[in-house]
């Protein structure tokens, strides 16, 4: 029973986040294609989402989805460890081992249920984890779960790590976590020089690769890109973004595989994920290493629309940090387009929305205070016109 001062305490947060222009909700669109929605009988074209190869909407992927689904069902019925395993889960890990480059692999509901049940099922009180700044929300909330020490290091700067690193007693286990493709800034971690630290100092090294997969490093996502697939431990990533479907998996040899499906508790107490995911996955994964076309096409729309912006004087950085190396500068997608308060990045995305552009605000506490900002997305899906439209309205409104 929700009492009168349960109410007023709820409200109250709600009105607080109203006030600071942080209140969130949800808008319901009609999807028409991967990259236009309809709301009240207008269509807009959409620059927010992960959909990075438009592959949601791709005919082999939707008769992929189809077919699994006539032939499996809609729901799995169960948990994995007790009647969820059906054929094509293990198909797409093979697959998934495949694309990473590693011994095994595990699908996981969500790319959110990966992070928190692999560190958590990783590392316990007494362990230490080493996690950069601008790490997602489930990684965080993956090491809170897990209850090891935290440790948090300056966005990509390796000589913090190492000073932290160097500080740690003897005992316990060590993991170092890092995006790949950071969410919300674009710019990449570091890897090889992850991959340097994590030896010196005999930890683990996990990469979240859910903005990577199918994005750089021919698809196959940072580790790839860097050339270090066999010293990165653990390479996280999700099924929702550039493979147009939903879900999660960890990729990682078979030792830690096991690990995990007997100690990641949202791996064992979640009904496994239902067919037609799996099924759209599997052609995506198909589509993604047997033809270039999309990937080659997503890069060509990055590089488009760094000009376009360029020719507006819209700065394209990726890089939110000094510390961040130049040499390690990768075009990706995603385009951060930092506007400072909370109230100017609502104020922009309202106005880019009258013109029919959804680019959504993103405000604390996903980014930090006074780094709001609107995140511009490019898929292989978005035509150059799109793309001109897009870059000459944030020009005028800027
Ligand atoms: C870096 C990162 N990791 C994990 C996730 C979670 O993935 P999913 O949407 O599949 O839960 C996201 C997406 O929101 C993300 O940006």
């Known amino acids: 029973m929700l009492s009168a001062t349960t109410r007023e305490f709820y409200e109250s947060q709600l009105q607080q986040l109203s006030n600071a222009k942080r209140r969130r909700q949800c808008t319901t669109y009609e999807p028409l294609d ?7 009988g207008k269509t807009y ?8 190869l438009g592959l949601t909407h ?3 992927v939707l008769a992929s989805a189809q077919k699994a689904i006539n032939a499996y069902g809609t729901g799995s019925g169960g948990a994995r460890l007790t009647s969820g395993t ?23 509901n969500t790319g959110y249920m990966a992070n928190v049940g692999t560190i958590s099922g990783l590392m316990e009180t007494g362990d230490y984890i080493l996690s950069d700044a601008l790490n997602h929300a ?7 779960l897990s209850s090891a020490t935290i440790k948090v290091y300056e966005h990509n700067n390796c000589e913090h790590l190492e000073e932290i690193l160097k500080e740690l007693p003897p005992t316990g286990k060590r993991l170092i976590v890092t995006d790949g493709v950071f969410s919300m800034d674009g710019d990449l971690a570091p890897l090889p020089d992850l991959v340097t630290l994590a030896k010196r100092y005999g930890a683990l090294l996990m990469v979240d690769d859910a903005h990577a997969t199918g994005v750089i490093g021919e698809g196959r996502g940072t580790a790839h890109h860097f050339n270090c697939s066999k010293d990165v431990d653990i390479q996280l990533g999700t099924l929702s973004k550039a493979l147009g479907s939903e879900g999660g ?10 690990t995990l499906i007997n100690r990641s508790r949202s791996f064992i107490f979640s009904t496994a994920l239902v067919p037609a995911a799996i099924g759209a996955a599997q052609q995506s994964l198909n589509l993604l290493t047997s033809d270039t076309t999309l990937y080659n096409q997503l890069h060509h729309n990055i590089e488009y629309m760094t000009q376009a912006l360029l020719q ?6 990726h890089k939110t940090t000094a510390t961040a190396l130049v040499s390690n500068y990768q075009p990706t997608p995603i385009f951060p ?16 929305f009258e013109k029919g552009i959804i680019l959504t605000a993103i405000r604390p506490p996903t980014v930090p205070h006074g780094a709001s900002r609107l995140r511009l997305t490019v898929t292989a899906a978005h035509q150059e016109a799109d793309l001109q439209y897009v870059a000459h309205t944030l020009g005028e409104l800027i």
């Open 312 to 317: 507006q004087g819209i700065a394209v950085t």
């Open 45 to 52: 074209l959409m620059m927010a989402s992960n959909n990075y």
């Open 34 to 40: 991967s990259t236009h929605v309809r709301l009240n």
């Open 249 to 258: 998996f960890v990729c990682a040899n078979e030792l830690l595989i096991n």
């Open 86 to 108: 059906y054929p094509l889960l293990p198909q797409l890990e093979t697959q998934l081992a495949c694309l990473k480059e590693t011994e095994q692999a595990l699908v996981f």
């Open 337 to 352: 387009i930092v506007v400072g308060s909370a109230e100017k990045a609502l104020r922009l995305s309202q106005q880019l």
């Open 58 to 60: 791709q005919p082999q």
């Open 138 to 144: 489930s990684i965080i909330d993956g090491c809170r």
